[in-house]
């Protein structure tokens, strides 16, 4: 069983995600292995990493969800933990952002993609600091 496969599976197991979304996951997994690859292997994986400021009880977080499993439909707001969800928004809302991980959906979501294959974005805060970005 490939890893992809068993991270989804665990995905469901653990009820982060649906049966309905699984199965989209799965299938979506499955036609990403059939693909050939393309030269170009920036992209593949989406990132959110907290770290504690040195000092701080901060827990530290590292996700790293593949594209193809966002491109697929998996809400990746259940895939990050609310806090770090949380410390994201609230800095790029003090910086003039309106930015939810909740609202991002398959409409949006290639903008989104497509803007951090270009940058990161960067959260400084006094007990964390948070990356999301994509490599």
């Given at each position: 069983m490939s890893e992809e496969?068993?991270?989804?599976l665990n995905l469901l197991?653990?009820?982060k995600i649906s049966a309905?979304?699984?199965e989209k996951l799965l299938s979506a997994s499955e036609k990403t292995v059939k693909a050939p690859k393309a030269g170009n292997t920036k992209g593949k994986y989406l990132y959110v990493?907290?770290?504690p400021k040195e000092g701080k009880s901060s827990e530290k977080v590292m996700v790293k969800v593949p594209m193809a499993l966002i491109k697929a439909g998996i809400n990746v707001s259940k895939l990050i933990p609310s806090e770090a969800q949380d410390t994201i928004r609230e800095s790029m809302y003090?910086?003039?952002i309106d930015f939810d991980f909740a609202s991002l959906d398959?409409?949006?979501?290639?903008?989104?993609?497509e803007a951090l294959r270009e940058t990161s974005i960067d959260v400084e805060t006094e007990e964390t600091t948070v990356k999301v970005?994509?490599?």
């Open positions: 496969r068993m991270r989804i197991a653990e009820g309905e979304e699984a990493q907290v770290d003090s910086k003039g398959s409409e949006n979501i290639g903008e989104f993609l970005f994509c490599d």
